[in-house]
């Protein structure tokens, strides 16, 4: 099925454009990509899930729109996402410190929305061929890509 999406973030419907950002831990990584798609396109709605409170409330006080916390969260925001944004580590069981349970990892996987992961080497896993990016760069390449995507669905 397609959507189709006009500048402001709306599909054909009338609905918003379901961005969402999944981060663990401290959730600086979505703080960091909420705070610079909301600086690129100010009306984009975006939910923000964090696996624990601190994450959530990193991605909250950035200005995500919505927000909620753990692992049927991820589970269920991720069947109407359009956009999954966050760490490779979402689609890892047990990554990042055990905060990525195995049903969240499918979850993200399953979904039919576009996934955009950001290649981090702390999420116990190597992605060869990715080499070593700062974490600004690979941030702002995985916002630029959200905001191709953005644009494509107009």
Known sequence: ?????NIFGYNCMGDFMKILVIDAQGGGI???????????QQDLHITAVGTNTAATAAMLKAGADEAATGENAVVVT????D???G???????????????????LAVAQSNAERI?????????IV???G?????RLIAEAVEEAMRVVKSHE
């Open 117 to 125: 992961l950001i290649p981090f080497r702390h999420c116990g896993s």
């Open 30 to 40: 979505g703080r960091q990509i909420i705070t610079s798609l909301k600086e690129k």
């Open 132 to 136: 070593e990016g700062n974490t600004g």
């Open 1 to 5: 099925m397609y959507r189709i999406i």
């Open 83 to 85: 956009v999954i944004i």
């Open 78 to 81: 991720t069947r109407s996402a």
């Open 128 to 130: 060869v061929g990715t």
């Open 87 to 105: 760490p490779i580590g979402i689609i890892i069981a047990d990554s990042m410190l055990g905060e990525i349970t195995p049903k969240m990892a």
